[in-house]
């Protein structure tokens, strides 16, 4: 953001949480998506994507427990950091996408392209 704001060029923002969620969306297609980092204190930041990628949940801080129930209800995949811990909470398995973002850029000028300027 700071390039863009000196370069007085536009910038379009991508997180993390979306990164993962796409990248999970691309392995596991037709699949809910529960993109969750460790936040430490048994906090996660989460965000929930249904099967068409549409973001149902979040971004937000959630509890383990609170992440466990939404991923078990949507039968989710679960990407990033907390993804194991989310598994453990909820004592049961799940498909498992990536746990770190990627930096294949061509992920994050689709997200971006996706969202337009605004």
Same mark, same amino acid.
């Given at each position: 953001?700071? @390039?863009?704001?000196?370069?007085?060029?536009?910038?379009? !923002?991508?997180?993390?949480?979306?990164?993962?969620?796409?990248?999970?969306?691309?392995?596991?297609? !037709?699949?809910?998506? @529960?993109?969750?980092?460790?936040?430490?204190?048994?906090?996660?930041?989460?965000?929930?994507?249904?099967?068409?990628?549409? @973001?149902?949940?979040?971004?937000?801080?959630?509890? @383990?427990?609170?992440?466990?129930?939404?991923?078990?209800?949507?039968?989710?995949?679960?990407?990033?950091?907390?993804?194991?811990?989310?598994?453990?909470?909820? !004592?049961?398995?799940?498909?498992? !996408?990536?746990?770190?973002?990627?930096?294949?850029?061509?992920?994050?000028?689709?997200?971006?392209?996706?969202?337009?300027?605004?």
């Amino acid at each position: 953001r700071g @390039l863009a704001l000196a370069l007085k060029v536009p910038a379009i !923002g991508v997180t993390t949480l979306e990164a993962l969620a796409a990248e999970a969306a691309t392995a596991f297609p !037709g699949r809910a998506v @529960l993109a969750a980092l460790d936040a430490g204190r048994e906090e996660i930041h989460a965000a929930l994507y249904d099967e068409m990628s549409v @973001l149902t949940y979040g971004p937000a801080v959630a509890t @383990l427990a609170d992440a466990a129930a939404m991923a078990s209800e949507r039968s989710a995949v679960l990407a990033g950091t907390a993804a194991t811990l989310i598994a453990e909470a909820a !004592g049961r398995p799940f498909d498992i !996408g990536p746990r770190t973002a990627t930096t294949d850029i061509l992920t994050y000028a689709r997200l971006a392209a996706a969202k337009g300027q605004g």
